[in-house]
């Protein structure tokens, strides 16, 4: 049965960073594209990043690039996301999610994961 758990939320000034981190209880976790979303009260969940089972693909949200770096280990199952420079736009909770078909990004879309974490919630004030 696969488990995503994520960790590394909390409340920081805007400015500042925070490093989230998702272990993935997955059978061949190292065969699977992984992904971040976020969904901010009152609005509809959203993707902030993907990264291929090699990390030799990455891609990210044009409202994170170059503040938000996406990462993984598969020897720990886990997945990585970095943020900086904060913004107060930023909180939302975050979910990491596995893609749904091996070996492919799962893309922008939620229809491309099939497994969810509960969330961690991050707040950035002013």
């Known amino acids: 049965q696969v488990q995503l758990v994520e960790s590394g939320g909390g409340l920081v000034q805007a400015g500042g960073s925070l490093r989230l981190s998702c272990l993935a209880s997955?059978?061949?976790?190292?065969?699977?594209?992984m992904g971040w979303f976020r969904q901010a009260p009152g609005k509809d969940r959203e993707f902030v990043a993907a990264?291929?089972?090699?990390?030799?693909?990455?891609y990210y949200a044009d409202s994170v690039k170059g503040r938000f770096t996406i990462s993984r280990d598969n020897a720990k199952n886990t997945v990585y996301l970095q943020m900086n420079s904060l913004k107060p736009e930023d909180t939302a909770i975050y979910y990491c999610?596995?893609?749904?078909?091996?070996?492919?990004?799962?893309?922008?879309?939620?229809?491309?994961?099939?497994?969810w974490g509960q969330g961690t919630q991050v707040t950035v004030s002013l």
């Open positions: 997955v059978r061949y976790f190292s065969n699977y594209a």
């Open positions: 999610a596995k893609s749904g078909v091996v070996g492919v990004l799962g893309g922008a879309k939620e229809s491309g994961y099939d497994a």
């Open positions: 990264i291929l089972w090699s990390s030799s693909s990455i």
